[in-house]
């Protein structure tokens, strides 16, 4: 790892040494070479990270568990072990301005998209306050619109509300979606996208153990039933998804 | 220094060449767990590189059904202190599609590939042995015994009768090598190798995942509550199972549980296993069973 700096909440890590060039919405397995392991031995199995720009690589970080805080803690100089690029990243619309709606750390992969698009496209950013939003920086969009929970910055309010505004629009049909976030924000984008008749792609999250397709934890319900999120996703059409009960 | 040969301990897996497996001699020492690792998907994903450092000497598949099941609601995986629980489900796409899809292409990998199957009844079982044991790309066929007899409701590998029927009921149907995996949860486990062993068990591999939860904020992690535990945590536990089971049996044991270096394989080979089998570790690196490949084949 050559850089580690504060985001508000979050923290910018910028790796070098991996070659593959990522695509936007694809990820990395990450851990640290050393001390992984520390906490009452949690980490144990490395975490998936979206890369926040692809050159110079860079991850945004929520230190919210064991591992995501020793990633955030490790020190410059530190050895990482990344595997990837993994997945399959955003799938663009040809001909479709590019709306991006990320909500909290679900910036990162947008920023690594509005990298990608040389900056032609529109962000709408939700936040929960003050210190989460200033990771709106990262996402280089011609125009943005925030929104945070407590009003400090832009609209208070969901950016779910910014989106349904924005697609109210009559030139909604200009436009493919591209989102991150908690997952209640993207099955309400979703909705919301269905119900304007726009393309739309969610990059999704689910516990992943391996990132490769070996242990099929990261399950998640699509039309056809359960897909690897790691292997099919982690963006998923959002007129796929679906609901599976499982096995009896 | 002690005589090792003398000692009892270290002395089983006779350290130049490993005992056969029924007829079959495995090219080298390392398996893969069950459901560890998907050849296919890791193919898809890393490219032929792969193929060029196969991490295994013997590739085993996901346990395999004989109907298509689509595996347990997420939350599926919970980590916990150096291992994990899983509630996977064993999703697999059922016999018929895996001998058509899957099996040709597991036969092009570099290294001879056994079929793990699980039977909910007798012949359930015998459909799957029969069908599997048949095919060419199959090198050894091992037996999960994990899951309870629909027809009397016991799990098979708790219980020396039931497992010495369901052995003896797939020993009958087949002249592949036959590998038990054995239940952790079994109160006599030697008294289980034994019937697996006398019934025509080739080889017994242990251990599988031990039952297990992870609980946050007062509830489970797990959609299904519970799961099984695997990983650097339970190697003390399957240490001690193959050690017992070793000692009751003189066929191969096939040793795994939180193997994750070269020093914990040799723990296993000193308890009496023949050979190992690397699970979870291979979720943290691809290729954490490279190393321990080519040490124990250094030996
Ligand atoms: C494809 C993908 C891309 C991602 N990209 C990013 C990104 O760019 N940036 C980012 O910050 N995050 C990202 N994430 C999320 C990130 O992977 C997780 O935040 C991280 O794995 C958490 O690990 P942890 O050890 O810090 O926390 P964990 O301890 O794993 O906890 C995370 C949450 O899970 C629960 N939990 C899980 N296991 C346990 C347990 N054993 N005990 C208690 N609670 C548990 C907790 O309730 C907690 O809320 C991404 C996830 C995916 C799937
Ligand atoms: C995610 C996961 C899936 C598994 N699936 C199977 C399976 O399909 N069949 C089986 O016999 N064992 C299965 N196992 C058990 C492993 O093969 C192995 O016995 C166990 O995990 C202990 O070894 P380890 O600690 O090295 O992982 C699974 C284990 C895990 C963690
Ligand atoms: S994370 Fe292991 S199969 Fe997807």
């Known amino acids: 790892m050559v850089a580690s700096e504060a985001v508000g909440r979050y923290r910018l890590l910028t790796v070098d040494g991996v070659d593959q060039p990522p695509a936007p919405g694809q990820f990395y397995m990450l851990a640290t070479a050393e001390r992984w392991g520390g906490e009452e031995g949690r980490p144990w199995l490395a975490r998936p990270f979206s890369h926040a720009t692809a050159d110079p690589l860079t991850f945004l970080v929520d230190p919210v568990g064991p591992g995501s805080r020793r990633l955030a803690s490790a020190a410059v100089g530190e050895e990482l072990l990344a595997l990837g690029p993994l997945g399959r990243g955003f799938a663009l619309v040809e001909g479709r301005r590019a709306l991006l709606v990320g909500g909290g750390i679900g910036v990162a992969p947008l920023a690594a998209l509005a990298e990608a698009l040389d900056g032609s496209c529109e962000a709408l950013l939700g936040f929960r306050d003050e210190p989460c939003a200033r990771a709106a920086r990262l996402v280089t969009a011609t125009e943005v619109a925030l929104a945070s929970d407590d009003g400090s910055v832009g609209r208070r309010g969901f950016v779910t509300e910014l989106l349904a505004e924005r697609l109210a629009r009559s030139d909604h049909e200009d436009y493919a979606i591209y989102a991150c976030g908690p997952e209640p924000m993207l099955a309400e984008v979703g909705r919301i996208a269905r119900a304007w008749g726009v393309p739309c792609q969610l990059a999704y999250e689910a516990p992943m153990a391996c990132g490769y397709g070996a242990c099929f934890g990261c399950a998640v319900a699509t039309r056809t039933g359960f897909v690897r999120l790691c292997l099919e996703g982690p963006v998923l059409d959002a007129y796929e998804l679906g609901d599976t009960g499982g096995d009896g | ?299």
């Open chain 2, 1 to 299: 220094m002690a005589d090792e040969h003398t000692t009892g301990e270290g002395a089983a897996g006779d350290r130049d060449e490993p005992p056969a497996i029924g007829g079959w001699r495995p090219p080298g020492r390392v398996f893969n767990g069950s459901g560890t690792f998907d050849a296919l998907a890791a193919l898809a994903v890393f490219g032929d590189a792969l193929l060029e450092r196969f991490p295994f000497d013997v590739y085993v598949s996901k346990t395999i059904t004989r109907e298509p099941r689509v595996g347990n609601p997420p939350p599926r995986i919970a980590e916990t202190a150096a291992g994990m629980v899983n509630s996977i489900g064993l999703p697999n796409k059922g016999l018929a599609r895996f001998l058509a899809e899957d099996l040709p292409r597991l036969g092009e990998l570099p290294v001879p590939v056994c079929v793990s199957v699980m039977g909910h009844s007798g012949d359930e079982l015998a459909a799957l042995v029969a069908a599997v044991g048949e095919r060419e790309e199959v090198a050894a066929i091992e037996l999960n015994v994990s899951c309870p007899n629909v027809e009397s409701g016991l799990v098979i590998g708790q219980d020396p009768g039931e497992t010495a029927r369901a052995v003896a009921r797939a020993r009958a149907l087949t002249t592949k090598p036959l590998v038990v995996k054995l239940t952790p949860t079994a109160s006599d486990q030697a008294a289980v190798a034994r019937a697996a062993a006398d019934a025509g068990a080739d080889a017994l591999s242990l251990v599988n995942t031990f039952p297990g939860t992870v609980f946050a904020r007062g509830r489970p992690l797990l959609a299904r509550g519970h799961g099984g535990l695997s990983g650097p945590a339970i190697k003390p536990l399957a240490l001690a199972q193959v050690r017992t089971v070793a000692a009751a049996v003189r066929i191969p044991v096939i040793g795994m549980g939180g193997i994750a270096a070269v020093a914990d394989a040799e723990d296993f080979l000193a308890a009496g296993a023949s050979y190992v089998a690397v699970g979870t570790a291979n979720f943290r690196d691809p290729l954490a069973a490279l190393p321990i490949r080519k040490a124990l084949r250094a030996m």
